[in-house]
């Protein structure tokens, strides 16, 4: 079983960027393949972005792309999402999945095994 955190969100202005953390617990997070989505009020979460197990692999909402980046670290068990370039758009709840042995592509949210609680970001205008 992985447990997972995040950290990082808050209050920024348009423009600005965040960096935000996954830390999983457990011997085998090496295993997972790891997804960030996020959640606007009165809108249904959706997808962010993708990285495989190795993280040799990622994938990217089109409304991210050229501004998000996904990494991991397997050895600190901790999953990254740098946001820059930063829009009132993007703000949300987000949150970080984990789907055991996940392949390269990022799959439907129902297929991801485990979730954090999620870590609020505000974009101001």
């Known amino acids: 079983q992985v447990q997972l955190e995040e950290s990082g969100g808050g209050l920024v202005q348009a423009g600005g960027s965040l960096r935000l953390s996954c830390a999983g617990s457990?011997?085998?997070?090496?295993?997972?393949?790891m997804g960030w989505f996020r959640q606007a009020p009165g809108k249904e979460r959706e997808f962010v972005a993708h990285?495989?197990?190795?993280?040799?692999?990622?994938s990217f909402a089109d409304s991210v792309k050229g501004r998000f980046t996904i990494s991991r670290d397997n050895a600190k068990n901790t999953v990254y999402l740098q946001m820059n370039s930063l829009m009132p758009d993007d703000t949300a709840i987000y949150y970080c999945?984990?789907?055991?042995?996940?392949?390269?592509?990022?799959?439907?949210?129902?297929?991801?095994?485990?979730w954090g609680q999620g870590t609020q970001v505000t974009v101001s205008s």
């Open positions: 999945a984990a789907k055991l042995y996940g392949g390269s592509r990022p799959a439907p949210l129902n297929e991801y095994d485990y």
């Open positions: 457990g011997r085998t997070f090496s295993s997972y393949a």
């Open positions: 990285i495989s197990v190795s993280g040799g692999r990622r």
